[in-house]
């Protein structure tokens, strides 16, 4: 059963969509099978794993959203493999309003996943820059979410809305619904500035901040326009080191999460400290090594992947 995990902040320019994009590609070459919703209206992460809007412009999310396709019609599989993605053009800024008169308008996403999420070890939600029926549909489908933030004063602006809008899709749609982190983004190791954001926003969230911290990094920015998430355009890039480490980070949280339930022994051991991070990785298969040159030699913290 897939974990189905929402992208989300109303603030945009955050780096929800490269998050979304660059999470899912890292999990992938984890070997775990993820599937990327697009549920952005611009369509940028269809966009930015290389997608052309003319194989895709009559079955996309939109047309699932709206009852016209099943959900497995409209997933489309990417160069890279494990990583499928269902994408979105423009037609789905015009969801809103033709969900609004149709009934459970915010369980179509649910019900339509219904059909695919034993396909999937993860799905990733990348969510609108909004608060609207579409992020309320990928809030009550989820059984997280996160929230990526760039380590900048006026981020935290809005914060407290979306924490709202969670609070009240909890209390009547989805009382499962956890988070699973806030993400930092954006950040300049240089700046005195940014230094100061995270540490005050890790003095007030704590755990709820993930270790892994994305740089401000030009491929990062580059690599969109070549239509590749960051593992395909430079493996070597600080950009692809960070996301390796929180699909590494993510993973090893769920397994800790369910040994925890299960009331693990061994689980206690390795949340001391006692686990390794390669341990949890499977190593890439022949294809992926094919296909991501220097993917068997990089080495992040001293974990030959």
């Known amino acids: 059963m897939a974990k189905i995990i929402a992208m989300m902040n109303q603030k945009g320019g955050v780096g929800k969509t490269t998050s979304s994009v660059n999470l899912a590609a890292c999990l992938a070459v984890a070997e775990k099978k993820t599937l990327l919703i697009d549920l952005d209206p611009q369509g940028n992460g269809s966009i930015s794993i290389g997608l052309s809007k003319d194989k895709f412009a009559g079955k996309n999310i939109y047309h699932a959203l709206i009852g016209q396709i099943g959900l497995k019609e409209a997933i489309y599989e990417s160069e890279l493999p494990y990583f499928d993605i269902c994408p979105s053009d423009n037609n789905l800024s015009g969801a809103e309003i033709e969900l609004v008169s149709l009934f459970a308008r915010e369980s179509k996403l649910k019900n339509a996943f219904k059909a695919i999420e034993k396909d999937y070890d993860y799905i990733i939600i ?152 390669a341990q949890e990785i499977k190593l890439p298969e022949e294809e992926l090594l094919d296909i991501i040159p220097g993917l068997e030699t990089i080495n992040f913290d001293g974990i030959q992947i």
Do not use: W
């Not at 608060?131 to 935290?156: C, D, K, R």
């Not at 500035?193 to 030009?218: A, S, Y």
């Open 126 to 277: 990348d969510c609108p820059p909004s608060l609207g029926l579409l992020t309320v549909n990928a809030l009550n489908a989820a059984h997280s979410y996160i929230v990526p933030m760039q380590t900048e004063f006026l981020a935290m602006e809005g914060l407290a809305q979306l924490l709202n809008t969670v609070k009240l899709i909890r209390s009547s749609l989805n009382p499962d619904l956890e988070l699973d982190g806030i993400l930092l983004t954006m950040y300049d190791s240089r700046s005195g500035l940014h230094k100061q954001v995270v540490n005050e926003i890790k003095t007030h969230f704590g755990d709820v901040v993930f270790n892994t911290i994305i740089p401000r990094n030009v491929k990062l920015a580059e690599c969109p326009s070549f239509g590749k998430p960051i593992i395909l355009y430079d493996i070597e890039s600080k950009g692809s080191e960070a996301y390796l480490a929180l699909a590494k980070e993510l993973i090893l949280k769920e397994r800790f999460k369910g040994n925890s339930k299960e009331n693990s022994k061994e689980t206690s051991a390795k949340n001391n400290g006692s686990s390794s991070v």
